[in-house]
Nanobody, 123 residues
Framework: QVQLVESGGGLVQAGGSLRLSCAASGRTFSMYTMGWFRQALGKEREVVAAISRFGGNIYYADSVKGRFTMSRDNAKNTVSLQMSSLKPEDTAVYYC????????????????WGQGTQVTVSS
């Protein structure tokens, strides 16, 4: 069982930056691929970024490539998402998720989810 708690969301102007963090419980954090997903109002949940168990492989959605950076610290059981050059279309609830196994970007393959944190980008 893994519990995930996100933090760091908020309101920011277009062009600004935010850093999201996700703290995970448990002793087997390094066994999990971690992902950041987002869901805008009226839209389906989509993958933003995903990082492999030891951080060697990182996937970014095309819409955030070059603007967002995902990282993990297995010693601290945390993952982060540094978001820069934010756009109004980045507005969404952002979720941290964990998948037991190799890197995947398929939403329904993730086993555990956080409660989400709201990111709002004003124009």
């Amino acid at each position: 069982q893994v519990q995930l708690v996100e933090s760091g969301g908020g309101l920011v102007q277009a062009g600004g930056s935010l850093r999201l963090s996700c703290a995970a419980s448990g002793r087997t954090f390094s066994m999990y691929t971690m992902g950041w997903f987002r869901q805008a109002l009226g839209k389906e949940r989509e993958v933003v970024a995903a990082i492999s168990r030891f951080g060697g492989n990182i996937y970014y959605a095309d819409s955030v490539k070059g603007r967002f950076t995902m990282s993990r610290d297995n010693a601290k059981n945390t993952v982060s998402l540094q978001m820069s050059s934010l756009k109004p279309e980045d507005t969404a609830v952002y979720y941290c998720a964990a998948h037991l196994g190799a890197l995947t970007i398929v939403t329904n393959e993730y086993d555990y989810w956080g409660q989400g944190t709201q990111v709002t980008v004003s124009s």
